[in-house]
Protein backbone atom coordinates (compact mmCIF):
# COMPACT_ATOMS: atom_id res chain seq x y z
CA UNK A 1 0.00 0.00 0.00
CA UNK A 2 1.26 3.12 -1.10
CA UNK A 3 1.75 6.42 1.33
CA UNK A 4 0.94 9.45 0.18
CA UNK A 5 2.47 11.74 3.04
CA UNK A 6 6.16 11.55 2.53
CA UNK A 7 8.67 13.96 3.61
CA UNK A 8 9.92 15.43 0.35
CA UNK A 9 13.83 14.69 1.84
CA UNK A 10 12.70 10.73 1.53
CA UNK A 11 12.00 10.62 -1.78
CA UNK A 12 14.17 9.13 -4.51
CA UNK A 13 13.77 9.93 -8.94
CA UNK A 14 16.46 7.97 -10.49
CA UNK A 15 16.21 6.55 -14.26
CA UNK A 16 18.02 3.35 -15.33
CA UNK A 17 20.50 3.87 -18.68
CA UNK A 18 22.05 1.34 -20.20
CA UNK A 19 23.16 0.00 -23.80
CA UNK A 20 20.64 -2.31 -25.51
CA UNK A 21 20.34 -6.02 -24.23
CA UNK A 22 22.37 -4.89 -20.91
CA UNK A 23 19.51 -5.81 -19.07
CA UNK A 24 17.77 -2.76 -17.74
CA UNK A 25 14.42 -4.16 -17.94
CA UNK A 26 15.03 -7.41 -16.35
CA UNK A 27 16.57 -5.54 -13.32
CA UNK A 28 13.48 -3.11 -13.38
CA UNK A 29 11.43 -6.10 -12.66
CA UNK A 30 13.70 -7.12 -9.67
CA UNK A 31 13.69 -3.95 -8.08
CA UNK A 32 9.61 -3.40 -8.53
CA UNK A 33 9.31 -7.21 -7.18
CA UNK A 34 11.58 -6.72 -3.94
CA UNK A 35 9.52 -3.42 -3.17
CA UNK A 36 6.13 -5.28 -3.38
CA UNK A 37 4.86 -3.32 -5.49
CA UNK A 38 3.52 -6.03 -7.77
CA UNK A 39 2.59 -9.00 -6.42
CA UNK A 40 3.85 -12.21 -7.53
CA UNK A 41 1.05 -13.95 -9.73
CA UNK A 42 0.46 -10.43 -11.74
CA UNK A 43 4.57 -10.45 -12.19
CA UNK A 44 5.81 -11.09 -15.86
CA UNK A 45 8.57 -10.75 -17.29
CA UNK A 46 9.75 -6.88 -18.82
CA UNK A 47 6.16 -6.33 -16.44
CA UNK A 48 7.59 -2.27 -17.49
CA UNK A 49 7.03 -2.83 -21.50
CA UNK A 50 3.28 -2.63 -22.30
CA UNK A 51 3.57 -3.45 -26.01
CA UNK A 52 4.32 -7.08 -27.40
CA UNK A 53 6.54 -5.90 -29.54
CA UNK A 54 8.65 -4.38 -27.17
CA UNK A 55 8.60 -7.79 -25.23
CA UNK A 56 9.48 -9.89 -28.54
CA UNK A 57 11.54 -7.63 -29.71
CA UNK A 58 13.81 -7.34 -25.87
CA UNK A 59 13.78 -3.68 -26.53
CA UNK A 60 12.03 -0.73 -24.35
CA UNK A 61 10.76 1.50 -26.81
CA UNK A 62 8.14 4.25 -24.61
CA UNK A 63 10.17 5.10 -21.60
CA UNK A 64 8.00 3.97 -18.64
CA UNK A 65 7.82 4.73 -14.84
CA UNK A 66 6.57 3.67 -11.35
CA UNK A 67 6.18 4.42 -8.43
CA UNK A 68 8.13 2.30 -4.92
CA UNK A 69 7.70 2.19 -1.56
CA UNK A 70 10.16 1.20 0.71
CA UNK A 71 10.90 0.97 4.61
CA UNK A 72 14.24 1.04 6.02
CA UNK A 73 14.79 1.72 9.73
CA UNK A 74 11.64 2.79 10.86
CA UNK A 75 12.10 5.36 7.60
CA UNK A 76 9.69 5.02 4.89
CA UNK A 77 10.97 5.91 1.19
CA UNK A 78 9.76 6.49 -2.53
CA UNK A 79 11.62 5.64 -4.95
CA UNK A 80 10.04 6.72 -8.09
CA UNK A 81 11.86 4.13 -10.77
CA UNK A 82 12.20 5.19 -14.95
CA UNK A 83 13.35 2.67 -17.31
CA UNK A 84 14.38 4.53 -20.44
CA UNK A 85 14.85 3.55 -24.11
CA UNK A 86 18.53 2.19 -24.91
CA UNK A 87 17.85 2.93 -28.89
CA UNK A 88 19.81 5.91 -30.21
CA UNK A 89 16.39 6.64 -32.09
CA UNK A 90 14.74 7.15 -28.76
CA UNK A 91 17.55 9.39 -27.36
CA UNK A 92 15.54 12.27 -27.10
CA UNK A 93 12.81 10.99 -24.43
CA UNK A 94 15.76 9.48 -22.92
CA UNK A 95 17.18 13.03 -22.12
CA UNK A 96 14.04 14.26 -20.89
CA UNK A 97 13.34 11.03 -18.58
CA UNK A 98 16.43 12.20 -17.36
CA UNK A 99 15.69 15.53 -16.69
CA UNK A 100 13.30 14.25 -14.32
CA UNK A 101 15.82 12.52 -12.02
CA UNK A 102 18.34 13.36 -9.61
CA UNK A 103 20.21 10.14 -10.30
CA UNK A 104 20.52 7.47 -12.48
CA UNK A 105 22.13 3.66 -12.72
CA UNK A 106 24.32 3.07 -15.21
CA UNK A 107 24.11 -0.46 -16.21
CA UNK A 108 26.84 -2.29 -17.72
CA UNK A 109 26.91 -6.05 -18.74
CA UNK A 110 29.42 -7.42 -16.98
CA UNK A 111 31.08 -9.59 -20.02
CA UNK A 112 30.77 -7.32 -22.79
CA UNK A 113 32.12 -3.88 -21.21
CA UNK A 114 30.86 -0.70 -21.93
CA UNK A 115 29.77 -0.05 -25.13
CA UNK A 116 28.69 3.06 -27.82
CA UNK A 117 25.58 3.65 -26.31
CA UNK A 118 26.87 3.68 -23.01
CA UNK A 119 29.16 6.58 -23.14
CA UNK A 120 26.22 8.55 -25.22
CA UNK A 121 23.19 8.03 -22.38
CA UNK A 122 26.40 8.68 -19.86
CA UNK A 123 26.72 12.02 -21.91
CA UNK A 124 23.36 13.10 -21.14
CA UNK A 125 23.11 12.36 -17.28
CA UNK A 126 26.47 14.24 -16.97
CA UNK A 127 25.03 17.11 -18.81
CA UNK A 128 21.61 16.75 -16.38
CA UNK A 129 24.14 16.94 -13.54
CA UNK A 130 22.97 13.13 -12.03
CA UNK A 131 24.43 11.14 -9.96
CA UNK A 132 25.72 8.01 -11.32
CA UNK A 133 26.21 4.95 -10.02
CA UNK A 134 27.92 1.80 -11.67
CA UNK A 135 25.81 -0.87 -11.63
CA UNK A 136 27.52 -4.05 -13.22
CA UNK A 137 25.38 -6.65 -13.99
CA UNK A 138 25.22 -10.18 -15.21
CA UNK A 139 27.56 -11.55 -12.49
CA UNK A 140 26.25 -14.96 -12.44
CA UNK A 141 27.26 -15.34 -16.06
CA UNK A 142 30.67 -17.69 -16.89
CA UNK A 143 32.54 -14.93 -18.99
CA UNK A 144 31.63 -12.35 -16.55
CA UNK A 145 34.43 -9.81 -15.80
CA UNK A 146 33.22 -7.06 -13.67
CA UNK A 147 36.90 -5.54 -12.13
CA UNK A 148 37.69 -5.43 -15.84
CA UNK A 149 34.78 -3.75 -16.54
CA UNK A 150 34.69 -1.31 -13.83
CA UNK A 151 37.94 -0.15 -15.15
CA UNK A 152 36.92 0.13 -18.28
CA UNK A 153 33.93 2.33 -16.91
CA UNK A 154 36.90 5.03 -15.64
CA UNK A 155 38.96 4.74 -18.68
CA UNK A 156 36.39 5.02 -21.50
CA UNK A 157 33.94 7.36 -19.60
CA UNK A 158 36.07 9.03 -16.70
CA UNK A 159 33.59 8.64 -13.65
CA UNK A 160 34.69 7.21 -10.67
CA UNK A 161 33.63 3.25 -9.62
CA UNK A 162 34.66 3.50 -5.92
CA UNK A 163 31.33 3.18 -5.36
CA UNK A 164 29.56 0.70 -7.47
CA UNK A 165 27.61 -1.97 -7.34
CA UNK A 166 27.88 -5.77 -8.37
CA UNK A 167 24.33 -7.47 -9.26
CA UNK A 168 22.76 -10.21 -11.10
CA UNK A 169 19.22 -8.77 -12.50
CA UNK A 170 18.31 -13.06 -13.34
CA UNK A 171 18.67 -14.26 -9.77
CA UNK A 172 18.28 -11.26 -7.74
CA UNK A 173 21.76 -11.50 -6.17
CA UNK A 174 22.52 -7.99 -5.10
CA UNK A 175 19.48 -5.83 -5.78
CA UNK A 176 18.77 -5.61 -1.95
CA UNK A 177 22.25 -4.06 -1.64
CA UNK A 178 21.82 -2.10 -4.55
CA UNK A 179 18.42 -0.50 -3.38
CA UNK A 180 20.09 0.49 -0.12
CA UNK A 181 22.69 2.46 -2.65
CA UNK A 182 20.01 3.76 -4.62
CA UNK A 183 18.57 5.62 -0.78
CA UNK A 184 22.30 6.55 0.62
CA UNK A 185 23.71 8.41 -2.96
CA UNK A 186 21.04 9.23 -4.83
CA UNK A 187 20.26 12.86 -3.32
CA UNK A 188 16.23 13.74 -2.49
CA UNK A 189 14.90 16.35 -4.69
CA UNK A 190 14.96 20.46 -4.39
CA UNK A 191 11.87 22.79 -4.84
CA UNK A 192 9.97 24.84 -2.93
CA UNK A 193 6.70 23.63 -2.32
CA UNK A 194 5.11 26.53 -1.93
CA UNK A 195 6.44 28.57 -5.16
CA UNK A 196 3.85 28.32 -8.68
CA UNK A 197 3.38 25.00 -9.49
CA UNK A 198 6.18 24.04 -12.44
CA UNK A 199 6.50 20.49 -13.75
CA UNK A 200 7.72 19.06 -16.64
CA UNK A 201 6.14 16.72 -19.08
CA UNK A 202 8.16 13.68 -19.96
CA UNK A 203 5.86 11.48 -21.57
CA UNK A 204 2.30 11.27 -23.06
CA UNK A 205 -0.18 8.58 -24.18
CA UNK A 206 -3.81 8.60 -25.65
CA UNK A 207 -6.38 6.16 -23.38
CA UNK A 208 -9.38 5.27 -24.60
CA UNK A 209 -11.60 5.71 -21.72
CA UNK A 210 -9.18 8.92 -20.02
CA UNK A 211 -8.20 10.84 -22.79
CA UNK A 212 -4.66 12.61 -23.27
CA UNK A 213 -2.58 11.80 -20.18
CA UNK A 214 0.92 13.52 -19.17
CA UNK A 215 3.65 11.96 -17.03
CA UNK A 216 5.15 14.69 -15.09
CA UNK A 217 7.88 15.46 -12.71
CA UNK A 218 6.37 18.40 -10.21
CA UNK A 219 9.75 20.76 -9.60
CA UNK A 220 8.19 23.34 -7.59
CA UNK A 221 4.59 23.73 -6.19
CA UNK A 222 2.00 20.89 -6.36
CA UNK A 223 -0.69 19.87 -8.80
CA UNK A 224 -4.47 19.47 -7.15
CA UNK A 225 -7.29 17.67 -8.21
CA UNK A 226 -9.77 20.54 -10.28
CA UNK A 227 -6.75 22.97 -10.26
CA UNK A 228 -6.46 25.26 -13.87
CA UNK A 229 -3.27 24.07 -15.17
CA UNK A 230 -1.41 25.80 -18.38
CA UNK A 231 0.36 24.37 -21.24
CA UNK A 232 3.48 26.82 -21.37
CA UNK A 233 4.38 26.45 -25.01
CA UNK A 234 0.97 26.47 -26.48
CA UNK A 235 -0.68 28.69 -23.80
CA UNK A 236 -3.73 26.39 -23.46
CA UNK A 237 -5.33 26.07 -20.35
CA UNK A 238 -7.31 22.47 -18.90
CA UNK A 239 -8.87 21.57 -15.82
CA UNK A 240 -7.03 18.75 -14.07
CA UNK A 241 -10.06 15.92 -14.06
CA UNK A 242 -7.85 13.27 -12.34
CA UNK A 243 -4.32 12.55 -10.73
CA UNK A 244 -2.90 9.16 -10.42
CA UNK A 245 0.41 7.32 -9.22
CA UNK A 246 1.79 5.32 -11.85
CA UNK A 247 2.19 1.69 -11.72
CA UNK A 248 2.79 -1.12 -14.25
CA UNK A 249 -0.80 -3.04 -13.15
CA UNK A 250 -2.88 -0.37 -12.09
CA UNK A 251 -2.50 3.71 -11.46
CA UNK A 252 -2.90 4.61 -8.19
CA UNK A 253 -5.42 7.28 -7.41
CA UNK A 254 -4.37 10.38 -5.63
CA UNK A 255 -5.93 13.88 -4.92
CA UNK A 256 -2.39 15.59 -5.04
CA UNK A 257 0.91 15.38 -6.51
CA UNK A 258 3.33 17.58 -4.51
CA UNK A 259 6.73 18.79 -5.17
CA UNK A 260 9.53 16.12 -6.17
CA UNK A 261 7.08 13.56 -6.76
CA UNK A 262 6.24 11.80 -10.80
CA UNK A 263 2.30 11.50 -10.91
CA UNK A 264 -0.05 11.57 -14.11
CA UNK A 265 -2.08 14.22 -15.20
CA UNK A 266 -5.65 13.57 -16.45
CA UNK A 267 -6.85 16.81 -18.93
CA UNK A 268 -9.39 14.99 -21.17
CA UNK A 269 -7.69 16.03 -24.03
CA UNK A 270 -8.94 14.29 -27.46
CA UNK A 271 -5.48 14.36 -28.54
CA UNK A 272 -1.54 14.79 -27.10
CA UNK A 273 -0.65 17.25 -29.85
CA UNK A 274 -1.10 20.02 -26.83
CA UNK A 275 0.78 17.34 -24.28
CA UNK A 276 4.63 17.50 -25.87
CA UNK A 277 7.18 15.92 -24.04
CA UNK A 278 9.74 18.43 -22.81
CA UNK A 279 6.89 21.07 -22.25
CA UNK A 280 6.16 23.16 -18.86
CA UNK A 281 2.84 22.25 -16.71
CA UNK A 282 1.95 25.53 -14.77
CA UNK A 283 -0.74 27.03 -12.02
CA UNK A 284 -3.29 28.60 -14.90
CA UNK A 285 -4.00 31.34 -12.34
CA UNK A 286 -0.71 31.89 -10.43
CA UNK A 287 2.29 30.48 -13.32
CA UNK A 288 5.61 30.22 -12.67
CA UNK A 289 7.39 32.88 -14.36
CA UNK A 290 9.97 30.57 -16.32
CA UNK A 291 9.82 27.14 -18.13
CA UNK A 292 12.30 24.29 -17.38
CA UNK A 293 14.98 24.37 -20.17
CA UNK A 294 15.67 22.19 -23.41
CA UNK A 295 12.47 21.71 -24.47
CA UNK A 296 11.91 21.49 -28.21
CA UNK A 297 9.57 19.26 -30.31
CA UNK A 298 10.95 15.71 -31.35
CA UNK A 299 11.85 16.14 -34.67
CA UNK A 300 11.92 13.32 -37.56
CA UNK A 301 15.44 12.90 -39.38
CA UNK A 302 14.28 9.82 -41.61
CA UNK A 303 11.70 9.68 -44.36
CA UNK A 304 9.59 7.07 -46.25
CA UNK A 305 6.76 6.66 -48.27
CA UNK A 306 4.01 4.30 -46.92
CA UNK A 307 1.92 2.89 -48.81
CA UNK A 308 -1.23 -0.02 -48.56
CA UNK A 309 -0.64 -2.47 -51.28
CA UNK A 310 -4.60 -2.58 -51.61
CA UNK A 311 -5.34 0.84 -53.09
CA UNK A 312 -8.24 0.77 -51.50
CA UNK A 313 -6.82 0.57 -48.31
CA UNK A 314 -5.94 4.30 -48.45
CA UNK A 315 -8.16 5.47 -46.06
CA UNK A 316 -7.80 2.92 -43.72
CA UNK A 317 -4.23 3.92 -43.44
CA UNK A 318 -5.29 7.34 -42.60
CA UNK A 319 -7.11 6.13 -39.75
CA UNK A 320 -4.19 3.86 -38.29
CA UNK A 321 -2.01 6.57 -38.77
CA UNK A 322 -4.09 9.38 -36.97
CA UNK A 323 -4.58 6.59 -34.33
CA UNK A 324 -1.01 5.71 -33.97
CA UNK A 325 0.07 9.31 -33.16
CA UNK A 326 -2.49 9.68 -30.15
CA UNK A 327 0.29 7.63 -28.88
CA UNK A 328 3.22 8.30 -30.37
CA UNK A 329 3.27 12.45 -31.00
CA UNK A 330 6.83 11.97 -32.70
CA UNK A 331 5.63 10.37 -36.04
CA UNK A 332 4.63 13.16 -38.69
CA UNK A 333 2.84 12.31 -42.07
CA UNK A 334 1.34 13.50 -44.92
CA UNK A 335 -0.54 12.31 -47.86
CA UNK A 336 1.57 11.42 -51.12
CA UNK A 337 1.03 10.17 -54.54
CA UNK A 338 3.83 7.87 -56.71
CA UNK A 339 3.07 6.61 -60.12
CA UNK A 340 4.48 3.20 -59.68
CA UNK A 341 3.10 2.81 -56.01
CA UNK A 342 -0.69 4.82 -56.11
CA UNK A 343 -1.77 6.76 -52.99
CA UNK A 344 0.07 6.79 -49.36
CA UNK A 345 2.18 8.99 -47.18
CA UNK A 346 5.50 10.49 -46.51
CA UNK A 347 5.93 9.50 -43.29
CA UNK A 348 8.49 11.03 -40.78
CA UNK A 349 10.32 9.02 -38.19
CA UNK A 350 13.55 9.31 -35.68
CA UNK A 351 15.21 6.45 -37.26
CA UNK A 352 15.56 3.51 -38.62
CA UNK A 353 14.26 1.48 -35.56
CA UNK A 354 11.36 4.09 -34.81
CA UNK A 355 10.20 3.53 -38.51
CA UNK A 356 10.32 -0.71 -38.30
CA UNK A 357 8.47 -0.18 -35.19
CA UNK A 358 5.93 1.80 -36.55
CA UNK A 359 5.35 -0.02 -39.90
CA UNK A 360 4.78 -3.73 -37.84
CA UNK A 361 2.25 -1.68 -35.25
CA UNK A 362 0.33 -0.50 -38.17
CA UNK A 363 0.26 -4.11 -39.71
CA UNK A 364 -0.34 -5.56 -36.81
CA UNK A 365 -2.21 -3.69 -35.10
CA UNK A 366 -4.46 -2.39 -37.83
CA UNK A 367 -4.36 -5.22 -39.99
CA UNK A 368 -2.39 -3.61 -43.07
CA UNK A 369 -0.47 -5.02 -46.22
CA UNK A 370 2.02 -2.20 -46.53
CA UNK A 371 5.28 -0.76 -48.71
CA UNK A 372 7.69 1.09 -47.62
CA UNK A 373 9.43 3.05 -49.90
CA UNK A 374 13.59 3.43 -49.43
CA UNK A 375 14.27 6.19 -46.20
CA UNK A 376 15.49 9.22 -47.30
CA UNK A 377 16.64 12.22 -45.00
CA UNK A 378 15.93 16.31 -45.13
CA UNK A 379 17.90 18.24 -47.31
CA UNK A 380 18.01 21.50 -47.31
CA UNK A 381 18.29 23.98 -50.47
CA UNK A 382 19.57 27.09 -51.51
CA UNK A 383 18.40 28.60 -54.51
CA UNK A 384 19.44 30.78 -56.84
CA UNK A 385 17.26 33.44 -55.69
CA UNK A 386 18.60 33.54 -52.34
CA UNK A 387 15.43 30.93 -50.74
CA UNK A 388 16.02 27.85 -48.65
CA UNK A 389 13.46 24.85 -48.72
CA UNK A 390 13.80 21.62 -46.98
CA UNK A 391 13.74 18.46 -49.30
CA UNK A 392 12.04 15.32 -47.73
CA UNK A 393 11.59 13.08 -51.17
CA UNK A 394 14.54 13.57 -53.59
CA UNK A 395 11.75 14.14 -56.53
CA UNK A 396 11.04 16.90 -55.03
CA UNK A 397 14.33 18.49 -55.69
CA UNK A 398 14.26 21.28 -57.97
CA UNK A 399 15.97 22.09 -61.46
CA UNK A 400 19.64 21.98 -61.25
CA UNK A 401 19.90 25.14 -62.72
CA UNK A 402 17.65 26.83 -59.63
CA UNK A 403 20.07 25.22 -57.22
CA UNK A 404 23.03 27.44 -55.36
CA UNK A 405 23.95 24.42 -53.12
CA UNK A 406 22.39 21.33 -51.70
CA UNK A 407 22.69 21.04 -47.71
CA UNK A 408 23.05 17.73 -45.95
CA UNK A 409 22.05 16.26 -42.58
CA UNK A 410 25.44 15.20 -40.83
CA UNK A 411 25.90 12.80 -38.10
CA UNK A 412 28.35 12.40 -34.77
CA UNK A 413 29.17 8.19 -34.78
CA UNK A 414 30.71 6.97 -31.93
CA UNK A 415 31.59 3.27 -32.15
CA UNK A 416 33.59 1.06 -30.28
CA UNK A 417 34.78 -1.79 -31.96
CA UNK A 418 37.26 -4.99 -30.84
CA UNK A 419 40.90 -4.37 -32.33
CA UNK A 420 41.01 -7.31 -34.63
CA UNK A 421 38.21 -5.88 -37.15
CA UNK A 422 39.14 -2.08 -37.30
CA UNK A 423 40.53 -2.42 -40.19
CA UNK A 424 37.70 -3.32 -41.73
CA UNK A 425 35.46 -0.45 -40.00
CA UNK A 426 37.89 2.04 -41.02
CA UNK A 427 37.11 0.93 -45.14
CA UNK A 428 33.45 0.41 -43.80
CA UNK A 429 33.51 3.91 -42.78
CA UNK A 430 35.83 5.46 -44.84
CA UNK A 431 33.29 4.16 -47.84
CA UNK A 432 30.48 6.03 -46.01
CA UNK A 433 32.05 9.04 -46.58
CA UNK A 434 33.02 9.45 -43.06
CA UNK A 435 35.82 11.56 -41.41
CA UNK A 436 37.62 10.79 -38.63
CA UNK A 437 37.74 13.06 -35.58
CA UNK A 438 38.84 10.81 -32.79
CA UNK A 439 40.51 7.25 -32.38
CA UNK A 440 41.21 6.27 -28.54
CA UNK A 441 42.63 3.14 -27.61
CA UNK A 442 40.55 1.96 -24.38
CA UNK A 443 42.14 -0.84 -23.80
CA UNK A 444 44.93 -3.52 -25.61
CA UNK A 445 41.39 -5.09 -27.42
CA UNK A 446 38.77 -2.20 -27.93
CA UNK A 447 39.08 0.80 -29.92
CA UNK A 448 36.64 3.71 -29.85
CA UNK A 449 36.17 5.52 -32.88
CA UNK A 450 34.58 9.03 -33.83
CA UNK A 451 33.56 10.03 -37.11
CA UNK A 452 31.59 12.61 -38.93
CA UNK A 453 29.37 11.11 -41.36
CA UNK A 454 26.48 12.40 -44.03
CA UNK A 455 23.56 10.74 -42.30
CA UNK A 456 21.95 9.52 -45.97
CA UNK A 457 25.02 7.13 -45.88
CA UNK A 458 23.91 4.97 -42.46
CA UNK A 459 19.65 4.86 -42.83
CA UNK A 460 19.63 1.73 -45.34
CA UNK A 461 21.93 -0.70 -43.97
CA UNK A 462 25.01 0.63 -42.57
CA UNK A 463 24.26 -1.03 -39.51
CA UNK A 464 23.75 -4.08 -40.88
CA UNK A 465 26.98 -3.92 -42.57
CA UNK A 466 28.79 -3.04 -39.86
CA UNK A 467 27.72 -6.00 -37.90
CA UNK A 468 28.47 -8.50 -40.70
CA UNK A 469 32.19 -7.36 -41.15
CA UNK A 470 32.87 -7.35 -37.16
CA UNK A 471 30.64 -10.76 -36.25
CA UNK A 472 28.57 -8.61 -34.08
CA UNK A 473 31.12 -7.21 -31.89
CA UNK A 474 30.84 -3.83 -32.65
CA UNK A 475 28.78 -1.05 -30.92
CA UNK A 476 27.56 2.34 -32.55
CA UNK A 477 25.49 5.46 -31.41
CA UNK A 478 25.00 8.53 -33.50
CA UNK A 479 24.23 12.19 -32.82
CA UNK A 480 22.79 15.02 -35.18
CA UNK A 481 25.61 17.60 -35.69
CA UNK A 482 23.75 20.17 -38.33
CA UNK A 483 23.85 20.44 -41.85
CA UNK A 484 26.78 20.79 -44.45
CA UNK A 485 27.28 21.51 -47.58
CA UNK A 486 27.56 18.81 -50.12
CA UNK A 487 27.86 18.21 -54.32
CA UNK A 488 24.80 16.36 -54.58
CA UNK A 489 22.21 15.72 -57.68
CA UNK A 490 19.17 13.90 -58.47
CA UNK A 491 19.49 10.39 -59.92
CA UNK A 492 16.57 9.43 -61.85
CA UNK A 493 15.32 5.59 -63.30
CA UNK A 494 12.97 5.58 -66.17
CA UNK A 495 11.05 2.39 -67.24
CA UNK A 496 10.19 2.41 -70.97
CA UNK A 497 11.29 6.32 -71.19
CA UNK A 498 9.00 7.25 -67.75
CA UNK A 499 10.49 8.07 -64.15
CA UNK A 500 9.51 5.74 -62.19
CA UNK A 501 9.05 8.78 -59.08
CA UNK A 502 9.67 6.61 -56.17
CA UNK A 503 13.19 5.01 -57.28
CA UNK A 504 14.71 9.09 -57.40
CA UNK A 505 17.75 9.05 -55.06
CA UNK A 506 19.62 12.17 -54.12
CA UNK A 507 23.58 10.86 -54.15
CA UNK A 508 27.13 12.04 -54.35
CA UNK A 509 28.07 13.49 -57.86
CA UNK A 510 30.94 11.53 -58.15
CA UNK A 511 29.31 8.76 -57.14
CA UNK A 512 25.97 8.90 -59.18
CA UNK A 513 27.35 7.11 -62.79
CA UNK A 514 28.13 4.07 -60.37
CA UNK A 515 25.08 4.23 -58.68
CA UNK A 516 23.27 4.05 -61.57
CA UNK A 517 24.81 1.17 -63.36
CA UNK A 518 23.84 -0.91 -60.14
CA UNK A 519 20.69 0.21 -60.43
CA UNK A 520 19.49 -0.44 -63.81
CA UNK A 521 21.61 -3.75 -63.70
CA UNK A 522 19.63 -4.77 -60.67
CA UNK A 523 16.41 -3.78 -62.07
CA UNK A 524 16.94 -5.26 -65.60
CA UNK A 525 16.72 -9.04 -63.19
CA UNK A 526 13.73 -7.64 -61.58
CA UNK A 527 11.61 -6.67 -64.79
CA UNK A 528 9.72 -9.45 -66.15
CA UNK A 529 10.22 -9.45 -69.99
CA UNK A 530 7.25 -8.06 -72.28
CA UNK A 531 6.46 -8.66 -75.88
CA UNK A 532 8.73 -5.69 -76.51
CA UNK A 533 12.01 -4.36 -75.51
CA UNK A 534 11.90 -2.36 -71.97
CA UNK A 535 15.00 0.42 -71.49
CA UNK A 536 15.87 0.81 -68.06
CA UNK A 537 17.76 3.88 -67.89
CA UNK A 538 19.67 6.11 -64.85
CA UNK A 539 19.73 10.04 -65.74
CA UNK A 540 20.58 12.87 -64.29
CA UNK A 541 18.39 15.53 -65.93
CA UNK A 542 18.18 15.04 -69.58
CA UNK A 543 21.85 13.06 -69.48
CA UNK A 544 22.02 9.04 -69.99
CA UNK A 545 24.00 7.66 -67.29
CA UNK A 546 23.72 4.21 -67.70
CA UNK A 547 21.38 1.96 -69.85
CA UNK A 548 20.61 -1.94 -69.74
CA UNK A 549 17.56 -3.11 -71.93
CA UNK A 550 15.27 -6.39 -71.01
CA UNK A 551 15.05 -8.52 -74.00
CA UNK A 552 11.71 -8.90 -75.42
CA UNK A 553 9.84 -11.87 -75.15
CA UNK A 554 10.23 -14.32 -78.65
CA UNK A 555 6.92 -15.20 -80.89
CA UNK A 556 7.91 -17.81 -83.65
CA UNK A 557 5.97 -16.28 -86.59
CA UNK A 558 7.07 -18.47 -89.09
CA UNK A 559 6.49 -21.82 -87.15
CA UNK A 560 3.36 -22.16 -89.66
CA UNK A 561 5.48 -21.40 -92.47
CA UNK A 562 6.27 -25.22 -93.43
CA UNK A 563 8.07 -24.55 -96.76
CA UNK A 564 8.13 -21.93 -99.77
CA UNK A 565 9.89 -19.16 -100.85
CA UNK A 566 11.56 -16.89 -98.40
CA UNK A 567 10.16 -14.05 -99.06
CA UNK A 568 7.04 -15.45 -97.38
CA UNK A 569 8.98 -15.81 -94.51
CA UNK A 570 10.69 -12.67 -94.16
CA UNK A 571 7.15 -11.15 -95.27
CA UNK A 572 5.86 -12.17 -91.53
CA UNK A 573 8.86 -11.08 -89.61
CA UNK A 574 8.66 -7.62 -91.16
CA UNK A 575 5.10 -7.49 -89.97
CA UNK A 576 6.36 -8.19 -86.62
CA UNK A 577 8.82 -5.84 -86.09
CA UNK A 578 6.37 -3.31 -87.26
CA UNK A 579 3.82 -4.25 -84.76
CA UNK A 580 6.78 -4.79 -81.74
CA UNK A 581 7.52 -0.71 -82.84
CA UNK A 582 4.00 0.16 -82.55
CA UNK A 583 3.53 -1.56 -79.24
CA UNK A 584 7.03 -0.32 -78.05
CA UNK A 585 5.23 2.99 -78.53
CA UNK A 586 2.10 2.72 -76.95
CA UNK A 587 3.32 0.25 -74.26
CA UNK A 588 3.37 0.53 -70.70
CA UNK A 589 5.27 -1.64 -68.14
CA UNK A 590 4.06 -2.20 -64.57
CA UNK A 591 6.54 -2.83 -62.20
CA UNK A 592 6.18 -5.81 -59.75
CA UNK A 593 6.39 -4.92 -56.36
CA UNK A 594 8.79 -7.99 -55.40
CA UNK A 595 10.94 -6.50 -57.69
CA UNK A 596 10.59 -2.97 -56.56
CA UNK A 597 10.80 -3.60 -53.25
CA UNK A 598 14.20 -5.54 -53.87
CA UNK A 599 15.22 -2.52 -55.60
CA UNK A 600 14.93 -0.58 -52.70
CA UNK A 601 17.00 -2.64 -50.42
CA UNK A 602 19.54 -2.58 -53.20
CA UNK A 603 23.16 0.00 -51.93
Not at 102 to 114: N, R
Not at 537 to 547: L, T
Request: charged letters at 25%; hydrophobic letters at 40%.
Amino acid sequence: MTKFNVPQKNIRNFSIIAHIDHGKSTLADRIIQECSAVVDRQMSAQVMDTMDIEKERGITIKAQSVRLDYERDGEHYILNLIDTPGHVDFSYEVSRSLASSEGALLIIDAAQGVEAQTIANVYIAMENDLELLPVVNKIDLPAAEPERVLEEVEDAIGIDCTLHCLVSAKTGQGVPELIDMIVDIIPAPNGDENAPCKALIYDSWFDNYLGALALVRVYEGSIEKGQKIKIMSTKEEHVVLDLMYPNPIAPIKTSKIRTGEIGIVVTGQKTVDGLQVGDTLTDALNPTAEIIDGFEPAKPFVFAGIYPIETDKFEDLRDALNKLKLNDSSISFEPESSVALGSGFRTGFLGMLHMEVIKERLEREFNLELIASAPTVVYEVLQKDGTRIDIQNPFDLPDVMKIETVFEPYIKATILVPNDYLGNVIKLLNDRRGMQIKMDYINAERVLLEYDIPMNEIVLDFYDKLKSTTKGYASFDYEPIGFRPGDLIKLDIKVAGDVVDALSIIVPRDRARTKGLAFVQNLKELIPRQLFEVAIQASIGNEIIARSTVKSTGKNVTAKCYGGDITRKRKLLDKQKAGKKRMKSIGSVNVPQEAFMAVLRLD
